[in-house]
């Protein structure tokens, strides 16, 4: 399976929230993902770093804050007809400050490790949130058709993430 490179890429930012034998997911909104459980995150701003925005972002959606985060993988995402790969940082956290609130973006909520809600989740997330709850790092490639259906996948278990 080749990854095109063609595409132009846009770099995001997903974090997930870990407490005791939690997770914490955001029902989105509005937008891109919407009615879907998804972690926190979005795009990377002019002068941002990578991290800096999965900061921001988290706090935006969710109202917590963290002080370091741990990338745990890479995945990127085509979806047929659009020219533009989805190159998305996941980074997780078990430490950060204050209480997740609902904003205009997310609905957050707690969901027990052996209860994540993936009917009602991103198609792929079934394939690589395993990995991040048994703590291992991952990279993948999802081709998609609509938001619906995978078309092609690869993904491989990591000792290391790329930077």
Same mark, same amino acid.
């Given at each position: 399976?080749?990854?095109?490179?063609?595409?132009?890429?846009?770099? %995001?930012?997903?974090? %997930?929230?870990? !407490?005791?034998?939690?997770?914490?997911?955001?029902?989105? #909104?509005?937008?891109?993902?919407?009615?879907?459980?998804?972690?926190?995150?979005?795009?990377?701003?002019?002068?941002?770093?990578?991290?800096?925005?999965?900061?921001?972002?988290?706090?935006?959606?969710?109202?917590?804050?963290?002080?370091?985060?741990?990338?745990?993988?890479?995945?990127?995402?085509?979806?047929?007809?659009?020219?533009?790969?989805?190159?998305?940082?996941?980074?997780?956290?078990?430490?950060?400050?204050?209480?997740?609130?609902?904003?205009?973006?997310?609905?957050? #909520?707690?969901?027990?490790?052996? !209860?994540?809600?993936?009917?009602?989740?991103?198609?792929?997330?079934? !394939?690589?949130?395993?990995?991040?709850? #048994?703590?291992?790092?991952?990279?993948?490639?999802?081709?998609?058709?609509?938001?619906?259906?995978?078309?092609?996948?690869?993904?491989?278990?990591?000792?290391? %993430?790329?930077?």
């Amino acid at each position: 399976m080749s990854i095109p490179v063609h595409l132009s890429r846009k770099v %995001l930012t997903l974090v %997930l929230i870990r !407490h005791q034998q939690q997770v914490l997911l955001g029902m989105k #909104k509005r937008g891109f993902g919407a009615g879907r459980w998804n972690g926190f995150g979005g795009k990377v701003e002019m002068g941002e770093t990578i991290e800096q925005a999965a900061k921001r972002e988290l706090e935006e959606e969710s109202c917590l804050r963290v002080d370091s985060l741990q990338k745990v993988g890479l995945l990127l995402f085509e979806f047929v007809g659009d020219p533009v790969m989805l190159e998305v940082h996941v980074f997780s956290s078990r430490h950060f400050t204050g209480e997740p609130r609902e904003t205009e973006e997310m609905r957050p #909520k707690w969901f027990p490790v052996e !209860h994540i809600p993936y009917d009602s989740m991103w198609p792929d997330d079934i !394939h690589w949130f395993p990995l991040f709850l #048994k703590g291992s790092k991952f990279s993948g490639f999802f081709k998609f058709e609509g938001h619906n259906t995978i078309l092609e996948h690869s993904l491989q278990e990591l000792d290391t %993430l790329p930077q």
